[in-house]
């Protein structure tokens, strides 16, 4: 898959594919049946997602609190397995942010990226101040010659399946909710950081990763599947993770903790891809290492049943 950064100064080669065009944080089956449009669209086309770095809810509000589901370097690589051959992840900025709806579609979607489709959600706006509407496109497409296919929104358990639902059910520590909307398990990727190895010295040595920049699911133990992705133990694992603060240890930044199942090695510097699976309990301050030991046991032996029963 190639990834395009500037819709300015685009190789012809990278041109005239049928896309699909959103933020797809979550690339959840609402995402992934706009792109199954978009390939069905123009089956000639190379198979294109046009999206946006950073968010553009970051570039307006940078001190927000974290909302994303996902990096961008994990939303690559999903929409990578899902057969994305050009992702048009645009550079968000002043520039394209100021386009009106009309320049957007003339600089952006004819002239720069030459698409040949389009295909958006039923809810998509674009263009400076979100004026632009899925009319507004469907008229410029007849004018500029591209196609546009407005998809359906979906839904799941009567509620529209979007980023928002999907963030409000991790929040309520409800992962299997968010796997049904996402279509997999949701997923916190990166690199194992060095800790403070007091995981190693209580017997449950822990594969620590930053979860800054993302929206924190509910702080707790989990059930998890854990991928190595590479380095010398590259593979799958059943495992138990802890996201949130450390009370016991008077903590105060959000992290994840994973103590990979039946496992043995040094994971320093490998990714991990890390799937919540079910909420086992919320964070506790116990009241001497005896106690933290007996749960973080019963944690496991919790997680190992879920986990063969899948």
Not at 278 to 303: H, I, N, T, V, Y
């Amino acid at each position: 898959m190639q990834i395009i950064r500037d819709f300015q100064f685009v190789d012809p080669k990278d041109k005239g594919a049928s896309a699909a065009i959103g933020n797809f944080d979550g690339v959840h089956l609402g995402h992934q049946s706009v792109i199954d449009l978009a390939r069905q669209a123009d089956p000639d086309a190379p198979l294109g997602v046009m999206t946006f770095e950073p968010h553009p809810r970051a570039f307006f509000a940078p001190d927000a609190p974290p909302f994303r589901l996902m990096s961008a370097e994990a939303r690559a690589s999903r929409l990578e397995k899902l057969g994305v051959e050009k992702l048009y992840q645009l550079n968000f900025n002043a520039t394209l942010s100021s386009l009106t709806p009309r320049d957007f579609a003339q600089k952006v979607i004819a002239d720069g990226l030459g698409l040949t489709h389009v295909v958006v959600g039923a809810d998509f706006c674009f263009g400076k101040g979100r004026s632009g509407s899925v009319e507004d496109l469907k008229r410029f497409g007849q004018e500029m010659g591209f196609g546009v296919t407005i998809a359906d929104l979906m839904e799941y358990s009567e509620n529209t399946v979007s980023s928002t639902a999907i963030r409000n059910a991790l929040t309520d520590g409800r992962p299997r909710d968010a796997a049904h909307m996402l279509g997999h398990w949701h997923r916190i990727e990166g690199e194992v950081i060095g800790g403070e190895q007091r995981g190693r010295e209580l017997g449950f040595p822990t594969a620590n990763m930053s979860i800054d920049g993302l929206h924190p699911p509910k702080f707790g133990v989990y059930a998890v599947l854990v991928d190595v992705l590479d380095g010398p133990h590259i593979g799958s694992y059943f495992g138990a993770a802890s996201i949130g603060v450390r009370p016991m240890f008077d903590g105060d930044h959000p992290n994840i903790e994973t103590y990979l199942l039946d496992f043995s090695g040094n994971l320093y510097g490998a990714t991990l891809s890390v799937g919540l699976v079910d909420f086992l309990r919320p964070e506790l301050k116990f009241a001497d290492l005896d106690g933290l030991l007996k749960q973080m046991a019963s944690d496991c032996d919790q997680a190992r049943t879920i986990l063969a029963a899948l």
